[in-house]
Nanobody, 128 residues
């Protein structure tokens, strides 16, 4: 059974850090393009960071560049999102997703509807 399970969300003060994890089962993450997406109340789902299977290139939304970092541990079949210098506007439900294909990280983060597998999400709340 294909499954993605996110963890690591929670309440953090502005300026703090969190590391989200996304563990895959039923398939090998290294064979897929991987992305982190988020959705705040009343807003569209947006691509935060994606890794391309084709060339390993990464995409970061402008709003998180320099603060967030995506990585993967193939041995653990897990992808991570390190989030530093968190801001209240980072508050959202964060989802990881996987997609087949050979496009760029920018492509996958810009077209969330083509992702094949989704986790159920983990809530990140940035508040004092």
């Amino acid at each position: 059974q294909v499954q993605l399970v996110e963890s690591g969300g929670g309440l953090v003060q502005p300026g703090g850090s969190l590391r989200l994890s996304c563990a895959a089962s039923g398939f090998t993450l290294d064979d897929y393009n991987i992305g982190w997406f988020r959705q705040a109340p009343g807003k569209e789902r947006e691509g935060v960071s994606c890794i391309s299977r084709r060339d390993g290139s990464t995409y970061y939304a402008d709003s998180v560049k320099g603060r967030f970092s995506i990585s993967r541990d193939n041995a653990k079949n897990t992808v991570y999102l390190q989030m530093n210098s968190l801001k209240p506007e980072d508050t959202a439900v964060y989802y990881c997703a996987a997609a087949r294909g050979y496009y760029s990280g920018t492509f996958y983060c810009s077209n969330h509807y083509i992702m094949n597998y989704w986790g159920k999400g983990t809530l990140v709340t940035v508040s004092s």
